[in-house]
């Protein structure tokens, strides 16, 4: 019954304010600049991010790194590896290197605030991409480009709403409490659910496949082999990737028993969407290298920056998905 109702649901399309939650295989990498004349000739970027542990957080750090030097700049990128004290340090290195302008992917809302403040008062510009901090546009930051998680979290509501009105069991995978991320996507997909729905788990995957199978794997097992379970939302495509994988080993068909959805656009996520191994996917763009270097020479152009800035996104199900535009 869930599959046919998943089969007749019509795709919401709509736009929104981006920006999510992946890096760079070192801890340390440099690149020059490609072409001279460029608006960043003469200039460097330091990016700073979070880890290199999903292919969303390799893909924003490529996009970046390859605006910057088709724009004839420097770029500079260093690798928290997921710990917010090591992000808060390769700030300070990258910020005592005298770098020209200073983007950072926070890892969490807080422990990079007084770092960031150091690069405002040495005249860096900080742009912030993907996730918040706590903190204050001119003081802690110049412009953050950023989504609107809570309305990602209310499309992927929206869509199981539509198949199952009458409602059920479901449980989330977040990514724990420390990133607007995770809390905001939660924040919408479970206010935009119907009353009909009942949050029976919430357990943190971490931002992990892996993490997330053994925590779907756990609950399936708390909850009648998953015979009690209707639907599991994530806050990525990776972690509903490993949810479909434990489901699947519990001997259940996901799509069929259990309707999946998750964030961010990526490949497998669509290609299980056009199978209908996934009601829906929304994405969250990791392409900001052209946003980045488009506010970068504003900059030096003197012209306005507003303090948030935003990029559209879009609602997969079965039937508007689009395979073609995962990474």
Same mark, same amino acid.
């Given at each position: 019954?869930?599959?046919?109702?998943?089969?007749?649901?019509?795709?919401?399309?709509?736009?929104?304010?981006?920006?999510?939650?992946?890096?760079?295989?070192?801890?340390?990498?440099?690149?020059?600049?490609?072409?001279?004349?460029?608006?960043?000739?003469?200039?460097?970027?330091?990016?700073?991010?979070?880890?290199?542990?999903?292919?969303?957080?390799?893909?924003?750090? *490529?996009?970046? +790194? %390859? @605006?910057? #030097? $088709?724009?004839?700049?420097?770029?500079? !990128?260093?690798? &928290?590896?997921?710990?917010? /004290?090591?992000?808060?340090?390769?700030?300070?290195?990258?910020?005592?290197?005298?770098?020209?302008?200073?983007?950072?992917?926070?890892?969490?809302?807080?422990?990079?605030? *007084?770092?960031? +403040? %150091? @690069?405002? #008062? $040495?005249?860096?510009?900080?742009?912030? !991409?993907?996730? &918040?901090?706590?903190?204050? /546009?001119?003081?802690?930051?110049?412009?953050?480009?950023?989504?609107?998680?809570?309305?990602?979290?209310?499309?992927?509501?929206?869509?199981?709403?539509?198949?199952?009105? *009458?409602?059920?069991?479901?449980?989330?995978?977040?990514?724990?409490?420390?990133?607007?991320?995770?809390?905001?996507?939660?924040?919408?997909?479970?206010?935009?659910?119907?009353?009909?729905?009942?949050?029976?788990?919430?357990?943190?995957?971490?931002?992990?496949?892996?993490?997330?199978?053994?925590?779907?794997?756990?609950?399936?097992?708390?909850?009648?082999?998953?015979?009690?379970?209707?639907?599991?939302?994530?806050?990525?495509?990776?972690?509903?990737?490993?949810?479909?994988?434990?489901?699947?080993?519990a001997g259940l068909v996901p799509?069929?028993?259990?309707?999946?959805?998750?964030i961010d656009g990526t490949k497998?996520?669509?290609?299980?969407?056009?199978?209908?191994?996934?009601?829906?996917?929304?994405?969250?763009?990791?392409?900001?290298?052209?946003?980045?270097?488009?506010?970068?020479?504003?900059?030096?152009?003197?012209?306005?920056?507003?303090?948030?800035?935003?990029?559209?996104?879009?609602?997969?199900?079965?039937?508007?998905?689009?395979?073609?535009?995962?990474?």
């Amino acid at each position: 019954m869930k599959k046919l109702l998943a089969i007749l649901l019509v795709g919401v399309m709509a736009l929104s304010i981006v920006a999510c939650g992946g890096g760079a295989s070192d801890n340390t990498g440099t690149g020059e600049g490609k072409r001279n004349g460029g608006i960043l000739d003469g200039k460097t970027v330091g990016f700073s991010q979070t880890d290199s542990k999903s292919s969303w957080r390799t893909t924003e750090t *490529d996009s970046i +790194k %390859e @605006a910057v #030097e $088709a724009a004839g700049g420097k770029f500079v !990128v260093k690798d &928290a590896q997921g710990d917010i /004290a090591t992000q808060a340090a390769d700030i300070s290195d990258l910020v005592a290197s005298g770098v020209d302008y200073l983007v950072v992917a926070p890892l969490e809302d807080n422990g990079l605030q *007084d770092v960031l +403040k %150091e @690069a405002m #008062e $040495a005249e860096i510009s900080v742009i912030l !991409v993907d996730r &918040a901090i706590n903190g204050e /546009a001119g003081e802690h930051y110049t412009t953050a480009i950023a989504s609107d998680f809570v309305w990602e979290g209310e499309q992927c509501a929206a869509a199981l709403n539509e198949v199952l009105p *009458d409602g059920g069991n479901v449980v989330i995978i977040n990514g724990g409490n420390a990133s607007s991320t995770s809390t905001d996507r939660q924040k919408g997909f479970v206010e935009g659910l119907n009353d009909n729905f009942k949050i029976i788990a919430e357990q943190d995957g971490k931002w992990l496949m892996d993490e997330a199978q053994d925590v779907m794997a756990n609950i399936i097992q708390a909850n009648n082999g998953g015979k009690d379970i209707d639907a599991v939302f994530a806050v990525t495509d990776d972690m509903i990737q490993g949810a479909k994988n434990a489901i699947e080993a519990a001997g259940l068909v996901p799509g069929e028993d259990i309707l999946t959805m998750g964030i961010d656009g990526t490949k497998a996520a669509l290609e299980d969407v056009e199978a209908g191994k996934q009601l829906a996917s929304c994405t969250c763009t990791p392409y900001f290298g052209p946003i980045v270097v488009e506010t970068i020479t504003k900059l030096i152009n003197g012209e306005e920056v507003e303090t948030a800035i935003v990029n559209p996104d879009t609602l997969y199900t079965k039937e508007n998905v689009d395979v073609s535009v995962g990474f």
